[in-house]
């Protein structure tokens, strides 16, 4: 399978792209500085240098032409609500648009727990900007007419993943999730159709990734 993932410098996605290639798949990473390019590269991947908060549908199309799948691992690191509309929904929205005039059928969106309306945060809370363009994103592409998947980890650590998920993880209950399970869970989900059009909201925990899918 030919995979983009937008975002290709985050610390998910470089764990994510040497899974991707050691399962036979070819991986191309997007990152915005050039200065980062030896060290996408060096997990296998090739590095496509282009700012999606610039590029417009088109552009995006063009970048994502005879690509099979998607995984947006992007996002504007916060602090600035203006760039993080900018980034985590709107140039999230036009890549997903991309994606389906490319005719890029796959989809997997790295979403977190708590991007819904029944979680929301007080409006004057920082993290208020970031929950709702993470909320706006996630609905357009369950919307959209690609083979999606939201994933929605729990808070980030950065401990190993065991390849298990607690599938019982809800949002606001303090599940934490290992950036590599999240980069594990994508591997799996990325070519398996039991997790086409599903929100999938897990944290660290005992099942495997298997099971948990199979029970879906």
Request: proline fraction near 4%; glycine fraction near 12%; hydrophobic fraction near 40%.
């Amino acid at each position: 399978m030919r995979v983009t993932i937008i975002g290709g410098h985050g610390k998910i996605a470089l764990i994510l792209a040497p899974l991707l290639v050691e399962a036979g798949h070819e991986v191309t990473s997007v990152i915005r500085n050039p200065d980062h390019v030896a060290d996408v590269e060096a997990t296998g991947a090739t590095a496509l240098v282009s700012s999606v908060e610039d590029a417009d549908t088109n552009a995006l199309a063009d970048l994502l032409s005879g690509q099979d799948a998607v995984v947006w691992s992007a996002g504007a690191g916060g602090g600035d609500p203006e760039r993080t509309f900018a980034v985590d929904r709107d140039a999230a929205i036009r890549s997903m648009d991309a994606a389906q005039t490319a005719g890029v059928g796959r989809y997997v969106m790295v979403s977190f727990s708590g991007a819904n309306g029944d979680s929301l945060v007080p409006e004057d809370n920082p993290f208020r900007s970031y929950q709702d363009a993470k909320i706006a994103a996630d609905e357009h592409l369950r919307a959209s007419g690609l083979d999606w998947t939201v994933l929605g980890p729990g808070s980030l650590t950065l401990e190993p993943g065991r390849g298990a998920v607690n599938p019982h993880a809800r949002s606001g209950e303090g599940d934490t999730t290992s950036r590599e399970l999240v980069a594990q869970v994508t591997l799996a989900v990325l070519g398996d159709p039991r997790a086409h059009r599903k929100t999938l909201v897990f944290g660290d925990g005992d099942v495997a990734i298997d099971d948990w899918l199979a029970s879906l």
